[in-house]
């Protein structure tokens, strides 16, 4: 069984200053990991993705993760931040189910985080 | 249009009547998904179709009743809800072959129940 664990609701942040959003997983099977964002009356937007390889993973509008195995984390961080990344964040973790020769993903969301850039 | 799109955007219906969600994909996918998205929730998965079969069936109950007739398109028929049915839901999509684990998401219906 999977389970991702969002450690913060809310996280609140000034403008131009640095954050991180903490993601803590639990998975009997080979992990893939998701950063998806929510903006207000949107659906999710994929912000980058963990298969394999290297670690440290980017993704978009500046953002990038680091997958810690020993951890059991994918914290999700951005140097600076801007007005317009409010909105509410999702960890993911997917696990693979195979079926007649195709696959698809099962997705394990977290609570999700609420991170507001305050000017 | 690209990507994946639901209409409609937002619905209010009765206990008593009975509506059509429609999900629609132009992405080339061949796994498509519901999601519930409730207030303090975490997103919870209720039907996974894939290449139209039913795959996945996460204990929803039979008041919502999904159809897949071809892998663009993806439907949620409501009838009888209760006001605790009220919430977004999303629909997704995903490759069978490339990148099975990365789903892409509509903009979701946001449906009240009164």
């Known amino acids: 069984a999977q389970s991702v664990t969002q450690l913060d609701s809310q996280v609140p942040v000034f403008e131009e200053a640095p954050v991180e959003l903490r993601c803590n997983y639990s998975s009997s099977v080979s992990v893939y990991l998701f950063w998806y964002v929510q903006y207000p009356n949107q659906g999710l937007q994929l912000l980058l993705k963990?298969?394999?390889?290297?670690?440290l993973v980017k993704g978009i509008n500046g953002f990038e993760a680091e997958f810690n195995k020993s951890q059991t984390s994918f914290h999700l961080r951005k140097p600076s931040v801007h007005i317009s990344d409010t909105a509410e964040y999702f960890c993911a973790v997917s696990e693979r189910i195979s079926a007649g020769g195709t696959s698809y993903g099962k997705l394990t969301f977290g609570q999700g985080t609420i991170l507001t850039v305050h000017p | 249009e690209t990507g994946v799109t639901q209409t409609p955007r937002h619905l209010v219906m009765g206990m008593t009547n009975k509506k059509s969600l429609k999900c629609e994909q132009h992405l080339g996918h061949n796994a498509m998904y519901w999601y519930k998205q409730s207030a303090k929730k975490p997103l919870e998965l209720m039907f996974v179709?894939?290449?139209?079969?039913?795959?996945e069936n996460n204990s929803v109950p039979s008041r919502f009743s999904p159809e897949c007739p071809n892998s663009s398109h993806l439907f949620l028929h409501l009838h009888t809800l209760q006001p605790e049915d009220s919430a977004l839901y999303l629909c997704?999509?995903?490759?069978?072959?490339?990148?099975?684990?990365?789903?892409?998401f509509g903009p979701g219906t946001r449906l009240t129940v009164t």
């Open positions: 997704a999509s995903s490759h069978t072959r490339d990148r099975p684990y990365e789903q892409y």
């Open positions: 179709y894939n290449f139209k079969e039913q795959t």
């Open positions: 963990y298969l394999s390889g290297s670690t």
